[in-house]
């Protein structure tokens, strides 16, 4: 199954019951609070144009109250919009009919929930063919389905138990082991590890890594730790009050960061986690140029990872290789400490400033 | 009255209208009514004949039957519903004296009318729930009707019943369904309302139609509150049964009635006893029931 992306054009949401009449005022710059003050409605989305690339992982990220699930809730239509297009292989999700909309909600999107909402009266196999109940695939066929996502999110043995007597982070388990059931195109997931604890929910990162590599599923992840968009995301949107401030790689929201806002989440990232090697490297000089005995290390490798392998390797320098193995740079060990703990303002290659 | 000899007279004794005056006026609404009820006498006899042949067939049922199988029936609901050896215990006892006081026959019959009437007002109960839990402007339009309902004394019932459909024991049972609904309709509307949000939310988005979302997530969700309207119900059942009895229902309300009327203190005693057995088999049974429903909804971890 080839993924889609998902492109989302000019959406515009307003709760309250006239949302329409002021969506004018808002292109025409009137902002949240003013709306809320002047006509008690609120400025849920203004003016959100992004496109999620068709198998990867886009992560949206912003405080609370920012509309990230407002957001997310507009690609599966949970939310209608005021305007605006989401389109979805070719189809205005926004334009669907109630029947369309229920066919594409049940084949072709998956959502995980922060709260989890499994059905308490079911046990965790029902719970994870329930997708399938309602596409009306018969549970002998369903079941076995169910059996193979509950062992591969790593709960077998758990199918008869119900999900009041399993932790939250297996119970979340669950709720991706229902959502991968549907073997749908899109997965939403909104905050879906956010009601984990840390090391379980960084374990949960790890289990939906490995998964999307096999599976290359296009999903939407939301989340306000910065820490999980980037260790997610091929692409991360950053909302405030409602709008994109910015959008772009993890290493480019890392690099540049559009404002003060941004600037102040950026601060206590691990950058080292984040920003590859070609992005900080300097023009190949006299040894490393001369190739042989000098470590290689591949375009694409973060500098932590880099400097393990420095370090593992008593070196002071490396030599860093494009995917063919052709040399294309090089990183002493003074500027990839460097670039770890400094702001990197100032070493920013100016093809990443621009998006 | 002292004061009487200063007021007028106007304001001392009440100014009623004149008898002619109400006499007419009763005449006139009085036979308007009858001759309503006798144009859609048809109608009426429509609703009543099925329930006349259900009643009676199931009263044959239960009276007709060796004692010894019925009480082995119930026992055996008792502990599917309860699975607790103690309920069932007390559902035999109980049952055993009501047979030994020679009440068995007639506790057999009040059984049967309360059977039928609990099934009715399910039946009758849970869609206008579904109905009212769907739509606001419905809750508000039904809601004030089940004020009223729930706030007449049960005596008043049986007027209408037994103006429209005479004296007899399906006006009786009519009487007791009207009387025994409202907690079964509040109920259903009231758990299906309660259902958490964040798991319709989910069933919507796997696409759910209204009616995969009603049978896979609200009623299930809202069965123990459910489960707590039948209960109710069926208590409510038996209390308006007693009532009824001035209608012409059988069973143990007659005979309570009759000792109320001739001073029987022993056998108003022995009556009452029998009535509380099974009120209390029934509430026991069913509430043990809805908790067992309940188990795997509560919530654990939050
Ligand atoms: N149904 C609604 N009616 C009115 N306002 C709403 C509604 N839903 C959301 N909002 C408002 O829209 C804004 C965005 O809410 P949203 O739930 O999308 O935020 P969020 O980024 O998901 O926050 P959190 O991290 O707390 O989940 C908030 O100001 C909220 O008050
Ligand atoms: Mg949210």
């Known amino acids: 199954m080839a993924s889609h992306g998902i492109e989302i054009r000019g959406l515009y949401k307003i709760f309250g019951p006239e949302g329409q009449r002021h969506v004018q005022s808002v292109k025409e710059g009137m902002s949240k609070a003013e709306l809320n ?44 919009p005021t305007v605006g297009e989401v389109l979805y292989d070719g189809t205005d999700v926004c334009r669907m009919s109630v029947k369309e909309l229920r066919e594409f909600r049940r084949h072709k999107t998956a959502m995980v929930f922060q709260k989890f909402a499994l059905l308490p009266h079911r046990t965790v196999l029902e719970n994870t063919v329930y ?8 549970r002998s066929e369903s079941t076995k389905k169910g059996r193979y996502w509950i062992d591969r999110v790593g709960l077998s043995g ?93 290493q480019q929201i890392v690099l540049s960061p559009a404002d003060d806002y941004i600037a ?67 990183l002493d060990l003074q500027s990839l400490i460097g670039a770890m703990v400094t702001p990197a303002d100032h070493e920013k290659p100016p093809s990443l400033a621009a998006e | 009255m002292a004061s009487c000899s200063i007021l007028p007279d106007v304001l001392c004794s009440f100014p009623a209208v004149s ?175 309660l259902v958490d949000r964040d798991v319709l939310e989910a069933a919507d988005a796997f696409g759910s139609s209204p009616g995969q979302k009603l049978w896979n997530v609200q009623m299930p969700l809202a069965l123990p509150t459910i489960m707590a309207g039948i209960n109710q119900t069926i208590m409510m059942s038996l209390a308006m049964v007693v009532v009824a009895s001035m209608v012409g229902v059988g069973g143990l309300g007659k005979n309570t009635l009759q000792a109320i009327n001739n001073q029987f203190f022993t056998f108003g005693f022995m009556n009452g006893f029998a009535l509380v057995a099974i009120a209390i088999i029934f509430d026991r049974a069913s509430q043990t029931f809805g908790k067992r429903l309940q188990k795997h909804t509560e919530v654990v971890h939050g």
């Open chain 1, 131 to 138: 997708g399938l109940d309602i596409q009306g695939v018969p």
């Open chain 2, 19 to 193: 008898d002619s005056y109400i006499r007419l006026a009763r005449k006139t609404i009085d036979d308007g009514f009858r001759g309503l009820v006798r144009e859609y006498s048809h109608l009426i006899d429509a609703v009543v004949q099925p329930l006349q042949v259900f009643l009676n067939a199931l009263e044959r049922l239960f009276v007709n039957s060796p004692w010894i199988l019925v009480l082995a029936v119930m026992l055996a609901i008792v502990y599917l519903a309860s699975r607790s050896i103690a309920i069932t215990i007390g559902t035999a006892v109980g049952m055993v004296l009501i047979g030994l006081i020679g009440l068995w026959q007639d506790t057999m019959v009040t059984l049967a009318i309360v059977t039928v009437a609990t099934l009715i007002a399910i039946l009758i109960g849970i869609p206008i729930g579904i109905l009212m839990a769907r739509s606001d402007r419905v809750q508000g339009a039904i809601n004030p009707i089940l004020d009223v309902m729930q706030t007449l004394p049960s005596f008043v019932y049986l007027i209408p019943v037994v103006v429209i459909f005479g004296i007899g024991k399906v006006p009786g049972l009519i009487a007791v369904v009207i009387y025994a609904v409202p907690p079964m309709i509040r109920l259903t509307n009231l758990g299906i309302r």
């Open chain 1, 158 to 250: 758990f199918e008869n138990h119900y999900p009041n007597q399993l932790s939250g982070g297996m119970q979340q388990r669950v709720g991706l082991a229902r959502a991968l059931s549907n073997d749908a195109d899109i997965l939403l997931m909104d905050e879906a590890y956010s009601a984990l604890d840390p090391l379980i929910r960084v374990d949960m990162q790890t289990v939906l890594l490995d998964l999307q590599a096999e599976l290359k599923k296009t999903v939407v992840f939301i989340t306000h730790d910065l820490d999980e968009a980037l260790r997610l995301g091929d692409k991360i949107a950053i909302l405030r009050d409602g709008e994109v401030i910015q959008q772009g790689s993890g």
């Open chain 1, 264 to 330: 102040s989440f950026v601060r206590e990232v691990n950058r080292g986690r984040v920003i590859q090697v070609q992005t900080v490297m300097t023009p190949l000089t006299g040894q490393a140029a001369a190739a042989s005995g000098v470590m290689p290390i591949p375009v694409g490798t973060t500098l932590e990872e880099t400097a393990k392998a420095m370090t593992a390797g008593g070196v002071a320098l490396v030599q860093i290789v494009s995917a063919e193995g052709r040399p294309v740079g090089q």
């Open chain 1, 37 to 80: 003050e002047k006509h008690a409605h609120v400025l849920g989305l203004k003016d959100i144009n992004i496109s999620m690339p068709g198998g990867g992982i886009t992560v949206v990220m912003g405080l609370s109250g920012s509309g990230k699930s407002t957001l997310i809730r507009h690609i599966n239509r949970l939310i209608e």
